[in-house]
């Protein structure tokens, strides 16, 4: 970020504290606050610089923004990959009470989010917000017939002459434009997945009549990953990035001070394929990965610029998360000498914190004081409630099932008892942990659950009936204390049932 952004966002700081200081009401009777939240793609914690000073990879924006707001510690996206988290931030409600069970939707996969259910867009457009999403889509196109006998499971893979495909000849409806975003410009799923399109609002720029072939990962010194299969004509995945930073920054620039809006920003990186532009290329110690980082920041930078220059600095709720862990196993690590994933064990997709554990900074000028750090459990499901919150609105019982307003942890209000008073985690093949206080609970599964092997470690009948970790002593969860706390692992399994039965957390 350019030195005069940063003095200009320390500047609004510096002149909004007061208000904090003398006790007013640092939401209520103001105008409505904007909201920006951006979602990068597998993006760890360790790659920026605000939390690992070791990190091979330079991300200016974003460590300024920390700089300038709160870093969280302990935030956690509420699934080890992509689409159920998407699910979760958007309808504050954790996907595996959904059809998706584990894994992700694909390409042509059937939207998962039904018409009827709230979320973040359609709670903030009752409240006279603009809403866009610009990014990666991934929950689905078009109703899915759920009565159908031979409805597939919402995780399989299906070709785009199957049935059960979206059809993207018609409109993609329901999709995002009726699930609250005024606008949406993107793709469909992760960058790897076909079809290869744009899609604006409910309909693609173009068909995807052209066949691409496949690409092997950087890893095996390919071109960067991604699955051979039907592609629109001028389509090129290396443009994807450059597209969303322009489309955001243009949405941006058309927002007035007569509304507020909300900008949900889903980017397609640092996942794969990793596929820095030019100007990036090289630039980090940490190979490909580290460059699209790099870009990633940029596209950061470039969205904050756009907030100045239209005014829009002083009433606006900046957050940068990812939605899981870095994909950086260990032979990454050792080849690059970098954690992408800090300390953490584990990585993308599995249950260990290095799946789900991230990054999470929010910058609010007159209202998070600059250069703080909260070591608060949140997880990305409690955007919904913290919205309604500061827009003083009580959700209906039934919308954000799951999801807890961390407003009073971003306003520096001291508490006696935490936001949450236990977290559920979900992993890649559907292996679930609770977390609550310092205890982590892995209940019948012994290996990771995701990418890391072994996936499925089956209990003995005479040892642990699964992983129990005490996160303060323990924080890489290397040693297993399952046999040692008993009244432990009784009171998580049992909390952790209620919160499956009950249907709800809160």
């Given at each position: ?36 939240f ?26 300024e ?75 689905g196109f ?14 399989k ?82 443009d ?23 900008l ?17 290329r ?43 862990g ?7 690590i ?25 990054p ?26 913290t919205?309604a ?32 008073d ?5 992993s ?51 040693h297993?204390?399952?046999?040692e ?22």
């Amino acid at each position: 970020m350019p030195c005069t952004t940063a003095i200009r966002l320390r500047t609004v700081f510096c002149f909004c504290i007061p208000l904090l200081l003398l006790g007013a009401s640092p939401v209520a009777a103001e105008q409505p606050q904007n909201i920006v939240f951006i979602l990068a793609d597998d993006l760890g914690s360790g790659d920026l610089g605000c939390y690992n000073p070791d990190s091979k990879i330079a991300t200016p924006a974003i460590d300024e923004l920390a700089a300038e707001g709160m870093l969280f510690r302990d935030a956690h996206s509420p699934s080890s990959v992509c689409s159920p988290t998407r699910y979760g931030v958007l309808t504050g409600r954790y996907a595996w009470r959904s059809r998706l069970k584990s894994g992700v939707l694909w390409g042509y996969s059937r939207s998962l989010i039904r018409p009827e259910r709230t979320t973040v867009a359609s709670f903030l457009k009752t409240q006279d917000y603009a809403t866009a999403c610009v990014g990666k889509w991934h929950l689905g196109f078009q109703a899915s017939h759920l009565n159908a006998p031979d409805l597939p499971p919402a995780n399989k893979v299906i070709a785009g002459d199957d049935p059960h495909a979206v059809d993207y000849s018609k409109p993609l409806t329901p999709g995002p434009t009726t699930v609250g975003f005024d606008y949406f410009f993107g793709i469909p799923a992760s960058l790897d997945m076909d079809p290869y399109v744009f899609v604006e609002n409910d309909r693609p720029l173009e068909q995807p009549t052209d066949t691409v072939a496949a690409s092997k990962h950087r890893r095996q010194e390919g071109g960067g990953f991604w699955r051979g299969g039907p592609v629109a004509p001028s389509f090129r995945h290396v443009d994807v990035l450059p597209e969303l930073a322009k489309r955001a920054t243009a949405w941006i620039d058309k927002q007035t001070a007569e509304q507020p809006f909300f900008l949900y920003l889903p980017l397609s990186a640092p996942h794969t394929p990793w596929l820095p532009t030019d100007e990036f290329r090289g630039r980090s110690a940490a190979g490909y990965y580290g460059d699209f980082v790099m870009q990633v920041d940029a596209v950061v930078g470039a969205v904050i610029r756009a907030l100045e220059q239209g005014g829009h600095t002083e009433n606006t709720l900046i957050i940068v998360t990812s939605d899981n862990g870095s994909h950086w196993p260990v032979g990454d690590i050792k080849k690059w000498g970098h954690a992408a994933n800090l300390h953490y064990r584990g990585q993308k997709a599995d249950i260990w914190d290095g799946g789900h554990r991230v990054p999470f900074i929010a910058a609010w000028p007159g209202h998070i004081a600059p250069g703080t750090v909260s070591d608060e459990t949140i997880c990305l499901i409690d955007l919904l409630a913290t919205v309604a919150a500061i827009n003083d609105v009580l959700l209906p019982n039934d919308a954000g099932e799951d999801s807890f307003s961390i407003l009073p942890v971003l306003l520096g209000e001291k508490r006696e008892h935490p936001i949450r008073d236990s977290t559920v985690h979900h992993s890649a093949d559907g292996t679930f942990a609770i977390r609550s206080g310092n205890w982590k609970l892995i209940p019948g599964n012994l290996g990771s659950g995701g990418f890391t092997k072994p996936r499925r470690v089956k209990p003995k009948p005479d040892g642990p009936q699964g992983q129990l970790y005490n996160l303060e002593k323990d924080p890489s969860e290397q040693h297993n204390v399952w046999a040692e706390h008993p009244e432990v692992v009784e009171r998580l399994s049992a909390e952790l049932q209620r919160i499956q039965d009950a249907g709800r957390s809160r």
